[in-house]
């Protein structure tokens, strides 16, 4: 919806700033003006154009170079990727429209309009299994329009509209009218300047929830918010933004001191470090730190820093151990391999005091003791950990089990919650795995090329103690579960009888395996005790005896008491153990529609080929510039040698 004055207004080169000024195309392109002038392969060599870089790198046409018609040289507006960049006519530029009271009421239906369905009628009808059709009923059309009315609601959604500026002078007046709004969100517009968005935020004096989410927003300057205190606004999201400074995240901070949610994913904050000092003074209870500079996010609940480029916890992650109020911290696909936890004085607050969540999935993590320090987060109770070198040779199960023994403050992982029962199970298995690595170590079973260059002056003994320290030192937490389950698992040892003579426990697990298949949903379930070293495919094989199933056709899941999902037993090869089956456990067994399944590969064989075809096509187009351009060189050096 454009304002009267936009559908009247021409564009000039004063209208677009070059690396900020987004535009739009008729197809929902997106791109930004990176160049304004003439073109020299134009027919007018003083006609202005736009030069654009559009968001999908397959829009354009070219990489910013032209022929240039006078002397066939190539030469360079700008530069982007082979297919990526266009140039605009001005009367083809649509730099997006205004934030106006008339947009904001397009987005909803007058109560006195045409009802979508008259009768409590839809105008469709559903076909039923019998061939029949169905009316589709809407039920309280009217009172669900009355609920959305713009005097009524408290949020706004604005998303992918083309909004690039606030509304004119003329009718700020009228946005007296959604002044009550609490909530708006803008994500996927074409705002490119804090002063727009600035101006836009001081048109709703009760905001308190603002989304510019997918807006190539550059980086604050101090001008732009002294004097503007933005005490209302508890909600930021400015996810994949064009920030590439912490510097401007400290100056909302100082601007929005009630923030509590802010979310700043997808941009480059790795000069964090910079701004150390200012972080470690957020402990302090003052309003303003010794250099005078104003403390920042005293009130922040929640902080996302997911792909923020960010590679060294000590540097990156460290400044924001004081907040006092920080519960969640999200810092899902950065480059962090390990965690460093420095030690706090006793006068000081606890590290991460109030942290309760955090999320490490995408990171560069390979070890668990990189892990440990978790353990100093008092308050931490939910982990989020997968998609890292450390769990991508583990199984699901395996990672699962590992964490909840070295993590005890745990209560929820991967989002899904820890039972008393699964945390005791963990750490049983966690101890006996550990003490057989002590107990393979002890009898010289474990001997590697380093230890055979040993110092000639050291005994056995020596060896294996040097061994025994490291796993201890990577296990801080064994000692202390073995004292805790010692006598449990001793007597579980005892009563299984001589074979087991040696183990600390013995890995047997009681599992229910119940049938889901059509053929035999009604069979009596198995209940057996089975070793954890059990692999899936001899589970299988008992299935297909017991349940009359084909093997082949088997999907096994399995699930313990609490979990709301049951997880895959994808691998026959893998033991019950790697996917960190525990005593108590259900598996379902069910069988494969196998016209079903045919019917899903050709749908992948017809998405695959269309890919190839698609690729194919892509690599044609950049093959036939490819000559075009060498043709364009050889032309160009001849003619330059006909002129010598």
């Given at each position: 919806v454009q304002s009267r004055e936009e559908k009247t207004m021409t564009m000039t080169p004063t209208h677009l700033r070059p690396n900020i000024t987004r535009v739009r195309d008729a197809s929902g392109f997106v791109g930004t003006v990176v160049y304004v002038g003439p073109v020299t392969s134009a027919k007018s060599p003083t006609e202005i154009y736009a030069g654009i870089a559009w968001d999908d790198v397959t829009r354009g046409k070219h990489d910013g170079s032209v022929i240039c018609r006078t002397t066939n040289e190539i030469i360079r507006h700008?530069?982007?990727?082979?297919?990526?960049g266009s140039f605009l006519r001005l009367s083809k530029v649509d730099v997006g429209v205004s934030m106006t009271p008339e947009l904001m009421r397009s987005r909803y239906v007058k109560p006195d309009a045409e009802l979508i369905a008259p009768d409590n009628l839809l105008p469709h009808v559903a076909r039923t299994a019998g061939g029949r059709d169905k009316p589709i009923e809407f039920l309280?059309?009217?009172?669900?329009?009355?609920?959305?009315?713009?005097?009524?609601?408290?949020?706004?959604?604005?998303?992918?509209?083309?909004?690039?500026?606030?509304?004119?002078?003329?009718?700020?007046?009228?946005?007296?009218?959604?002044s009550h709004l609490k909530s708006i969100d803008l994500a996927g517009n074409l705002l490119s300047g804090w002063e727009d968005v600035l101006d836009i935020l001081r048109q709703f004096k009760n905001l308190q929830?603002?989304?510019?989410?997918?807006?190539?927003?550059?980086?604050?300057?101090?001008?732009?918010?002294?004097?503007?205190?933005?005490?209302?606004?508890?909600?930021?999201n400015l996810n994949s933004t064009n920030i590439s400074s912490f510097k401007t995240v400290q100056l909302i901070g100082e601007a929005m001191p009630n923030l509590e949610e802010l979310c700043v994913a997808h941009c480059d904050l790795s000069d964090v470090e910079c701004y150390y000092s200012d972080a470690k003074a957020i402990s302090h209870a003052d309003d303003v730190n010794g250099d005078g500079k104003i403390l920042v996010f005293q009130n922040l609940v929640l902080l996302d820093l997911s792909d923020c480029h960010l590679t060294?916890?000590?540097?990156?992650?460290?400044?924001?151990?004081?907040?006092?109020?920080?519960?969640?911290?999200?810092?899902?696909?950065?480059?962090?391999?390990?965690?460093?936890?420095?030690?706090?004085?006793?006068?000081?607050?606890?590290?991460?005091?109030?942290?309760?969540?955090?999320?490490?999935?995408?990171?560069?993590?390979?070890?668990?003791?990189?892990?440990?320090?978790?353990?100093?987060?008092?308050?931490?109770?939910?982990l989020r950990f997968r998609n890292t070198p450390l769990t991508s040779t583990l199984g699901v199960g395996e990672v699962r089990s590992t964490a909840i023994a070295r993590l005890p403050s745990l209560e929820f992982f991967n989002a899904s919650p820890i039972a008393e029962r699964e945390r005791t199970e963990a750490e049983r298995r966690y101890v006996s795995n550990v003490a057989r690595e002590l107990l393979m170590i002890s009898s010289g079973a474990i001997l590697s090329a380093a230890d055979q260059s040993l110092n000639n002056e050291k005994t056995g003994d020596d060896e294996a103690n040097a061994k025994q320290a490291q796993v201890y030192a990577r296990h801080p937490r064994f000692q202390s579960l073995l004292e805790k389950h010692k006598e449990t698992m001793m007597s579980s040892s005892a009563s299984s009888g001589p074979s087991s003579q040696g183990n600390i426990g013995e890995d047997v697990i009681g599992l229910t395996i119940r049938s889901m298949a059509a053929s035999s949903c009604d069979m009596e379930p198995l209940r057996k005790r089975i070793p954890m070293s059990l692999k899936v495919g001899r589970?299988?094989?008992?299935?297909?005896?017991?349940?009359?199933?084909?093997?082949?056709?088997?999907?096994?899941?399995?699930?313990?008491?609490?979990?709301?999902?049951?997880?895959?037993?994808?691998?026959?090869?893998?033991?019950?153990?790697?996917?960190?089956v525990t005593d108590g456990a259900e598996i379902l067994v069910n069988e494969i529609d196998v016209d079903a399944r045919e019917r899903e590969k050709a749908r992948q064989t017809e998405e695959h080929n269309q890919r190839v075809e698609e690729q194919e096509q892509h690599v044609a187009v950049l093959q036939s510039m490819q000559k075009n351009d060498h043709r364009i060189n050889l032309l160009a050096t001849e003619m330059s040698q006909k002129k010598i």
């Open positions: 700008f530069k982007c990727g082979p297919t990526q309280g059309e009217l009172k669900i329009r009355n609920w959305q009315q713009l005097e009524v609601v408290e949020g706004i959604s604005l998303r992918m509209l083309g909004i690039a500026r606030p509304c004119s002078a003329e009718v700020q007046n009228e946005m007296e009218e959604f929830s603002i989304s510019l989410a997918s807006n190539r927003i550059n980086d604050l300057s101090p001008a732009s918010v002294e004097g503007f205190p933005m005490t209302g606004i508890t909600t930021l060294s916890w000590e540097k990156h992650v460290l400044p924001f151990h004081n907040l006092p109020k920080l519960e969640s911290l999200i810092l899902n696909d950065n480059a962090i391999d390990a965690i460093d936890l420095i030690t706090v004085p006793e006068n000081e607050a606890t590290m991460f005091p109030k942290l309760a969540s955090l999320q490490l999935a995408g990171t560069s993590i390979s070890s668990w003791p990189a892990l440990d320090n978790l353990n100093g987060i008092p308050a931490l109770r939910s589970i299988k094989a008992m299935c297909a005896r017991a349940f009359g199933l084909d093997i082949d056709l088997q999907i096994l899941h399995f699930r313990i008491e609490g979990d709301p999902f049951p997880s895959e037993l994808d691998d026959a090869d893998h033991t019950l153990a790697y996917y960190g």
